[in-house]
Each structure stands twice: as C-alpha cells, then as structure tokens.
C-alpha cells in the first residue's frame, strides 16, 4: 500500500482544512485544477473565515501595497465660501469688493473685509468606498486575525503580506494616521449604485476598491457562488508545511467528520491561540477534541515524584535516578541551565474528550481517545508509534491521577470511565481491522482508509 499523496489528503478534508490558520505556507497547486466545495454548513462563522482568505489574495496585497502612492492624488470637492466679516480675516481677501464696502456708509468704513474660505469636501462616494473597504481589511487585521500580531504575524502564509517592508504594519499605522483618510466620514451611507457608478471610475484606486468592496459585500450577504469560494480556496489555501502534520489533520478531521454524523458540531476557526481543534456541548456532554496538545491531560513524570523508598528496593531505578540527578548537576555548572527533572513527557496527536454533566457546575470525565498518528507504511515506524501510544495509556493523568489506576476514586473521573487507544497509519496491509480489549483499556488501529468506519458513541 503505497503512501497518500497531499493532494488526496487536502481533497478529503477541505471542510476542515479551510477552517485552518496555523503555521503552514499558502499552497494553491493543490486545488488548482479540481474544483472542490467545502460544506459550509458544517463549519461555524464560515463567513468570517471566508474574509480571513479574501485578504490573503494577490490582488488585495497588492492593492494596500499601492495605497500609499496612488492615495496622494484622492478626489476632493473645493467649494468657495464667500464671507464679511469684522474686525478680523479668515481666508482670502477679496480686495475689490473689500474696497467697495469700506468706502460704503451702510457696511460700517474700515471694519469690514470680504473674504473667500476655501472649504474641501472628501466625503465624495468615491472616499467613502474606498474608506469602507480599507476599514474592513484594517478591522479583520485588528480583530479577525489579532491573535497573530502576538507574533508579528510570522507565519509563513503572511509572507505575502509582510514583504520587504511589513506591509502589514505599514497599512495598519497609514489607516490610523493618514490625514485623508481621517477627513473621510465612512459612516455616511452609500448605496449600491453609487459604488456600481465608483466602478466606472477612470481611477484604478477607486474601480478596484468599489469591486473589492462589492465582492466583500457578497461574502457578508452570503451572495456568492460555489465556484467564488473554489478560485479563492485555490489561491489562499493555508497547507501544513509538514505532510506528516497534514495526515494527522486528515485523521483527526475524519473522526470529526464521523461524530458530526451524530452530533451537532460545527467546526472552528483553528488558529494560533486554540487549543481544541472543535468544542461541543449540549444539556448531557462536553466532548473537546485537541491536537497535538495534552488536552486536559498531564503526560509528565518528574524525579521528585519517583518513590524513593521503591526506587531503592531495585537497583537499575536506584542507578538511573543518580545518573540522572548527577547530570543535572554537572550540566548547570558548566551551562549554567535550569535542569530539567523530567523522566518522561508526553503529546499525543489525537486526544477526545467526553465529560458528563452531573450538574450545572460538575462534570466528569467519562471517555477518553487517545491516538497516535504515522504517516508511514513501514512496520518499524508503526512499531514505534504502538509503543508511544502505550506509553500515553499508562502515564495519562487527569491532574495527579493516573487515567489507568485500580483505585480510581477522584471525583472528576467516572468509575465506568473507557479509555480508548486509537493507532492510525497511513499503510498498514500487514495488519487490519485490529481491536483489543482489556480491564484497562481498548486499543483499535486503523490505516487512512479504515479511519472512515471510525466508531464514536457518547
């Protein structure tokens, strides 16, 4: 059984693939010759994910690159305001009329000046178009995508936005400080005809800022077609840099997408800052499912928790925690580190949890899955991965119990709490259909294509 190919991984999760914004690269190969339709119904604020892949195009990166150059020559209306006035000047002086009425008996002699205020107007519907769309994409920046500028957006998939010169900052600093754009009022309403007349605009600044407009206006509306949403997957498609995290998105989302057969869940935003991949919760369950994350778990086992008095009784335990301390040792005085006292620390790739609700403030953990993911169809990486998949069974801890334990009376734990190991890689025809049950545990493998018949029942 040969390996899947990225292509057929992306294609079998792009409803959950496109709710993704972690670190990976824009990869638009993928799709760009298969016309592929994620369900929208299936995905949470999937307009505003839609907006988060509108700005990541080409042609918008390109029209903020631009602003800064073609905005000096903004439309403005100049009205002259002709004005008397007393005692002081405001404006031009209009000399000759000025003149007139000095040498006048009914306009008061020399206190009295003709003056000419020039007034500009840049609240033209032309400025509020181009101001309307500018403050959407400067507010999905601050908002939308905020979690980001944590690390100044040093994803790989902003490459196209942070440039040479961080285009990203520069555009959010020019909307706050520009003195144009303040004397806009992006408040004033516009209707679509205005914008459609914007269109026609001999000017490429506004013509392009009224289309984009338009088309944002559609994402909003919901007014667009299967096709739009396919060309902009095909060019903002945010892709795992590593094949191998990609198949363990592949896995996880095919799970997913089977407890969405049975349960409402919608899928989230997947960014930066969020721990569960999706979050459910109805009147009898809270079911969290993470990646690559301990979840709710604690897979850590430090020196200081070893029990000395039974470490003594054997003498390998003895020796290995004396090596161990006499490493720390040496090391912080020739480094001068901050040891580190772990004996064993643990991620998996795949946790599921299902707590029940007791109460309105007390829920128990009553199901766990655990899995470990290889992409791989050799026996020796599979053997590796069975054996790292036992290890998270036996050290998971909920706090400072151990999920596996004979006396497991912590309050937070159902006494008929089932803990499931899940093994999936990506070529297995040396073993199929795999299941093993015991008082401790379940353990079920599966390879990319028997994940499909994935069983999950709260």
């Given at each position: ?166 285009l990203i900052n520069e555009f959010l600093n020019f909307y706050q400080n520009n ?51 396919s060309n902009l997957l095909t060019s903002t498609l945010i892709v795992p840099n ?217």
């Amino acid at each position: 059984m040969t390996k899947t190919s990225q292509t057929i991984l992306v294609n079998g999760i792009i409803d959950g693939i496109f709710t993704y914004f972690r670190d990976g690269k824009i990869n638009s190969e993928i799709l760009a010759k298969k016309l592929i339709n994620p369900e929208l119904e299936r995905i949470k604020d999937f307009d505003k994910i839609l907006k988060m892949h509108f700005i990541l195009q080409d042609k918008v990166v390109e029209f903020i690159d631009r602003l800064n150059k073609n905005i000096r020559r903004i439309k403005k209306k100049t009205k002259n305001n002709l004005e008397i006035r007393r005692n002081n000047i405001k404006g031009r002086v209009l000399w000759n009329r000025t003149i007139l009425a000095k040498n006048s008996k009914f306009f008061g002699g020399n206190t009295i000046f003709y003056c000419n205020n020039v007034f500009m107007n840049f609240n033209t519907p032309e400025n509020i178009v181009l101001k309307k769309f500018l403050y959407i994409v400067y507010s999905t920046f601050l908002n939308d995508l905020k979690e980001f500028n944590v690390g100044n957006y040093n994803y790989e998939w902003f490459n196209r936005w942070k440039g040479q010169r961080d285009l990203i900052n520069e555009f959010l600093n020019f909307y706050q400080n520009n003195i144009y754009l303040k004397k806009i009022n992006v408040n004033q309403n516009i209707t679509n005809r205005n914008i459609t007349k914007v269109i026609q605009s001999r000017n490429l600044l506004y013509k392009t800022a009224a289309e984009l407009l338009i088309e944002l206006e559609q994402i909003n509306n919901h007014q667009f077609t299967k096709n739009y949403i396919s060309n902009l997957l095909t060019s903002t498609l945010i892709v795992p840099n590593k094949i191998s995290t990609l198949f363990e998105l592949y896995c996880i989302f095919k799970i997913i997408f089977k407890i969405q057969e049975d349960l409402d869940i919608k899928l989230n935003i997947i960014g930066k800052n969020n721990k569960e991949l999706v979050f459910f919760e109805n009147e009898d369950y809270v079911i969290k499912i993470f990646h690559d994350s301990t979840g709710s778990l604690n897979f850590n086992e430090t020196l200081k928790e070893v029990n000395h008095f039974y470490a003594q009784k054997i003498p390998f335990l003895t020796r290995f925690i004396s090596s161990r301390m006499k490493y720390y040792r040496i090391l912080k005085k020739i480094l001068n580190k901050k040891p580190d006292f772990y004996l064993y620390r643990g991620r998996p790739d795949i946790i599921i949890e299902v707590w029940k609700k007791v109460s309105e403030k007390r829920k128990i953990l009553e199901k766990i899955y655990i899995g470990e993911v290889k992409y791989t169809d050799k026996e020796e990486t599979f053997s590796k991965g069975l054996k790292e998949l036992m290890e998270y069974l036996y050290f998971a801890k909920l706090k400072i119990m151990y999920i596996i334990s004979k006396k497991n009376n912590f309050q937070s734990i159902s006494k008929k709490m089932k803990l499931i190991g899940v093994l999936i890689a990506d070529g297995t025809d040396f073993i199929t259909d795999y299941n093993y049950k015991s008082t401790d545990f379940e353990l079920n493998i599966y390879n990319s294509k028997t994940i499909e018949d994935f069983q999950f029942r709260v």
